[in-house]
């Protein structure tokens, strides 16, 4: 039988700093190491961010997902990291993404405006559950527009 598995949901506050090319590079960095780690533990998920804050769920089995978020919490890139949600999940909801993203790019700007995301997201209002939503209507819309 497979381990169970668990989904973890935070948020975080963005401590990027520099122009929009530093942020572009910084977040490159973050998407080829977790592509790269991600699968050797089997972990997916997505990530969320904005120029304030990044939100991010993480699913597999609960050993993967406690170390890898144990590791993220350590990175200067970002602070104030607060755990929203950590329960066990019947199934993934990230199962083709080593890490997805979604940014606030020009094609999807309609669309964090229409969510309420438009001027800087603010997850603590928002909860794990919502955050969750969010992530997997706009992860698949930016496999879309990139397709
Ligand atoms: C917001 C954020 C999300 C991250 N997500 C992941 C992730 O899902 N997987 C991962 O391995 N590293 C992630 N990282 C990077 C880790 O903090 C760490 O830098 C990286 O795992 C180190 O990998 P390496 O030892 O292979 O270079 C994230 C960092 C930040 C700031």
Redesign the pocket.
């Known amino acids: 039988m497979s381990e169970p598995l668990y989904q973890l949901v935070y948020y975080?506050r963005n401590a990027i700093r520099g122009d929009e090319t530093a942020f572009a590079k910084a977040i490159a960095a973050?998407l080829t190491?977790?592509r790269?780690?991600?699968p050797l533990v089997g972990?997916t998920?997505a990530?969320l961010?904005n120029a304030g804050c990044?939100a991010?769920v993480?699913e597999g089995s609960l050993d993967a997902v406690e170390a890898?978020f144990e590791?993220?919490q350590?990175?200067e890139?970002?602070g104030d990291v607060s755990l929203l949600a950590l329960e066990p999940i019947a199934a993934r909801s990230f199962s083709n993404w080593a890490?997805g993203f979604v940014g606030h790019s020009r094609e999807n700007a309609d669309r964090f405006a229409a969510i309420g995301l438009d001027s800087g997201f603010d997850p603590e209002r928002l909860g794990g559950q919502r955050i969750h939503e969010i992530l997997r209507e706009l992860v698949i819309q930016e496999e879309v527009v990139a397709a």
Do not use: V, Y
């Open positions: 975080s973050i190491a977790s790269r780690n991600n972990i998920g990530l961010f990044f991010q993480l890898t590791r993220i350590q990175d890139r970002h890490m």
